[in-house]
T-cell receptor, first 116, second 114 residues
């Protein structure tokens, strides 16, 4: 899986939007952009993923740059429960049969703190 | 919906003891993974399985063994526990290696070796 770069930490106020950036300048055309988060003392939790177009689900939105070299996870109204480490991960496309075993390669992620 | 169930949640072992960490899933997923997470770090892959009877090493397999006799279960065995194996262990599953599929994680087993 290709490499991603994220800030070590970010702070937000409760009920305000949060924009978590991720750079992935070496992304290939078939790589999907996945986001996971890990709440304290829990396992990672899937948040959202996308390929080229912006994506929305009940948890968050994913904005993908036109050149796909960066993306932003958007939490529209942060709550205290959103305080977690957020991981941006690239997963190789299905045609790369000689590549990964489908596992996720985790960096250190961005630790998000939410203030009341 | 149980999803991915890991047992035990916590365990303390003495150096040289052995134990098996259990992972069970009810989603009929073919791919299963074992990761470990050291404090302040991301997860690292220990072993994985692409289906019953098939397992392979990941990035950090030394000191561990796995088996996959059924689709549902993927136990991780520590034969001779060492302090370096103190970590949090996570099991994960996914239907296949398709990059469009999310992975589902258990809540982890926190293991201390003294």
């Amino acid at each position: 899986d290709a490499k991603t770069t994220q800030p070590n930490s970010m702070e937000s106020n409760e009920e305000e939007p949060v924009h978590l950036p991720c750079n992935h300048s070496t992304i290939s055309g078939t790589d999907y952009i996945h986001w996971y988060r890990q709440l304290p003392s829990q396992g990672p939790e899937y948040v959202i993923h996308g390929l080229t177009s912006n994506v929305n689900n009940r948890m968050a939105s994913l904005a993908i740059a036109e050149d796909r070299k960066s993306s932003t996870l958007i939490l529209h109204r942060a709550t205290l429960r959103d305080a977690a480490v957020y991981y941006c991960i690239l997963r190789e496309g299905p045609m790369n049969y000689g590549g990964s075993q489908g596992n996720l390669i985790f960096g250190k992620g961005t630790k998000l703190s939410v203030k009341p | 919906n149980a999803g991915v169930t890991q047992t035990p949640k916590f365990r303390i072992l003495k150096i040289g003891q052995s134990m098996t960490l259990q992972c069970a899933q009810d989603m009929n997923h073919n791919y299963m993974y074992w990761y470990r997470q050291d404090p302040g770090m991301g997860l690292k892959l220990i072993y994985y399985s692409v289906g019953a009877g098939i397992t392979d090493k990941g990035e950090v397999p030394n000191g561990y063994n796995v088996s996959r006799s059924t689709t549902e279960d993927f136990p991780l065995r520590l034969e001779l526990a060492a302090p370096s194996q103190t970590s949090v262990y996570f099991c994960a599953t996914t239907p296949d290696r398709n990059s469009n599929q999310p992975q589902h994680f258990g809540d982890g087993t926190r293991l201390s070796i003294l």
